[in-house]
């Protein structure tokens, strides 16, 4: 028990609580922007694949790490258009054509990987290229909070910027107005002119640009290569912290922490002799019984505020 709170009060655990929060939290905010507009990218584990495999092979052709980012956000972008044009203009159920881009981009990858690489499962040939490290000037002098704060991966701190920018694009703009009314009330908004079908591909297309990060962050930040299915969930995992977050950008980001604080634990307990099935266990429990608490105080919401209309009437 002393080591289990040696590890947790530390500032090795609290740097890689930040560090493995990074992809969970870009694809949350992701989930987040889609779900404000009424549409659910269940395609997050798929598109975040997808932008971590080209992240790799351009990054690894160009000498680029930068380049390699660039076409990680482009085919994030073109997963996400995918996925609109499907279900918005064949109408498409959205739920079955996310797991239909997730199941293809699985395979897809290693299929990819293999025709430019004659790699299988892992890009050992690449010599991918790794988004640079930042030292903060002021903060890394700091006892403590120093260690945690700086040196993170670049993508990392632009995460924690994503969270600001997606709070005053929602909430500041009036593309973010169009957004949420569209979520809210879409028969509202096309009464006044709204167009709701563009509205949400924008938002999709949005979603898929910060997907594109979390996944450029997995294979060139938090690693530098490429491996199959290497997201292993973490675009399942967003949407659960979405959800738990309310829907708002500071609700997700305090979820997406709880969760990264789970998946950093799992990582650090193997340190310990504990058996590995059960470490591996903890994020995905931790999901269930967060998920498990939001709909418990959803219903309970839900019930409070029907009684409420019945005591009015």
Do not use: C
């Not at 930040?18 to 949350?28: D, H, S």
Request: proline share 3%; no cysteine.
């Amino acid at each position: 028990m002393d080591n289990l709170f040696n590890i947790i009060f530390s500032t090795n655990f609290g740097y890689a609580v930040l560090r493995v929060t990074t992809p969970i939290l870009f694809a949350a905010l992701a989930a987040l922007i889609s779900d404000r507009a009424g549409v659910i990218n269940i395609s997050l584990e798929g598109t975040m694949l997808a932008a971590a495999l080209t992240g790799v092979i351009f990054s690894a052709y160009t000498g680029s790490a930068w380049v390699g980012l660039l076409f990680a956000v482009i085919a994030g972008i073109f997963m996400s258009s995918i996925l609109a044009y499907f279900s918005l203009y064949l109408k498409t159920d959205i739920i079955l054509g996310g797991i239909a881009l997730n199941l293809m981009a699985s395979g897809g990858t290693v299929f990819v990987l293999y025709l430019v690489a004659h790699d299988k499962g892992i890009s050992a040939s690449l010599a991918s290229k790794v988004l640079p490290q930042i030292e903060l000037p002021l903060i890394s002098k700091i006892p403590v909070i120093g260690p945690v704060l700086s040196n993170h991966n670049v993508m990392t701190y632009f995460s924690l910027i994503a969270v600001i920018v997606v709070y005053y694009f929602l909430y500041r703009t009036p593309l973010g107005l169009r957004i949420r009314a569209v979520g809210e009330n879409p028969d509202a908004a096309d009464s006044v002119g709204i167009s709701v079908r563009q509205i949400q591909f924008v938002s999709l297309i949005a979603s898929g640009i910060l997907a594109g990060f979390g996944g450029a962050y997995m294979s060139m930040g938090y690693v530098s290569w490429f491996s199959r299915d290497m997201t292993a969930g973490r675009g399942f995992i967003a949407l659960a912290a979405e959800a738990m977050g309310m829907a708002t950008p500071i609700g997700t980001f305090l979820a997406s922490l709880l969760f990264g604080f789970a998946d950093a634990l799992s990582n650090s307990l193997q340190s310990l002799r504990i058996p590995a099935e059960f470490v591996q266990m903890i994020p995905y429990i931790t999901t269930i019984i967060g998920l498990a608490i939001y709909a418990s105080r959803r219903t309970q919401r839900a019930g409070a505020k029907t009684v409420r209309k019945e005591v009015k009437a």
